[in-house]
């Protein structure tokens, strides 16, 4: 069962343009939320996180959005640019001591010059 | 700092045997998680483990194992190979294993079992 759902598989957005992922979760155990961006042949890196006690967090072009009742979180990423092409992943866990991340199944984001 | 090293990048192995894969984390870091990954599947969560302790275990066989040194150096293996072991392994590490730790992780060691 996937614990994170991700949305779109894929995505196409021209350079500029706002690129919009979103994810939903189910245990509302879940209290951590980041996001990783991946490049071909690279392990994921983080992007920046959020935890539920805030609706929106902002760092440079990259900005989460937090729904706690809905329990949905999206990542915009504004001024898209052709540099942003990588696979984005969502990822939630569970209070102190957990360390183990439960993923998304990713989106591949295309940004056309 | 350097960041996290995993050795080796590429192994091919043929179904049945085992392999070792070693994640050597960031300095000071005392975490070290396992991720696979894999088309199919994504990215799952193998097992963490924290002052040489397996401190949390993901829904895989009992085929996969890990261990962690005194140096918070960690080894993962795989024991009679499968073909659909066939994945990138990820190993994750942090500071001090908390949830609100940023989790750094490494290049992947790609294993393909023939």
């Known amino acids: 069962q996937q614990q994170v759902k991700q949305s779109p598989q894929s995505l196409i957005v021209q350079k500029g343009g706002i690129s919009i992922i979103n994810c939903a979760y189910e245990n509302t155990a879940f209290d951590y939320f980041p996001w990783y961006q991946q490049f071909p042949g690279k392990g994921p890196a983080l992007l920046i996180a959020i935890r539920p006690d805030v609706s929106e967090k902002k760092e440079g072009r990259f900005t989460i959005s937090f729904n706690k009742s809905a329990k949905q979180f999206s990542l915009h990423i504004m001024d898209s640019q052709p540099g942003d092409s990588a696979t984005y992943f969502c990822?939630?866990?569970?209070?102190?001591?957990?360390?183990?991340?439960?993923f998304g199944t990713g989106t591949r984001l295309t940004v056309i010059p | 700092k350097a960041g996290v090293t995993q050795t080796p990048r590429y192994l091919i192995k043929t179904r049945g045997q085992q392999v070792t894969l070693s994640c050597s984390p960031i300095?000071?870091?005392?975490?070290v998680s396992w991720y696979q990954q894999t088309p199919g599947q994504g990215l799952q969560f193998l097992f963490e483990y924290f002052s040489e302790t397996q401190r949390n275990k993901g829904n895989f066989p009992g085929r996969f194992s890990g261990r962690q040194f005194s140096n918070s150096r960690s080894e993962m293996n795989v024991s009679t190979l499968e073909l659909g072991d066939s994945a990138l392994y990820l190993c994750?590490?942090?500071?001090?294993?908390?949830?609100?730790?940023?989790?750094?992780f490494g290049p992947g060691t790609r294993l393909t079992v023939l």
């Open positions: 990822a939630a866990s569970r209070g102190t001591g957990a360390n183990n991340l439960f």
């Open positions: 300095s000071g870091h005392r975490s």
């Open positions: 994750a590490s942090s500071w001090t294993g908390g949830s609100y730790n940023e989790q750094f």
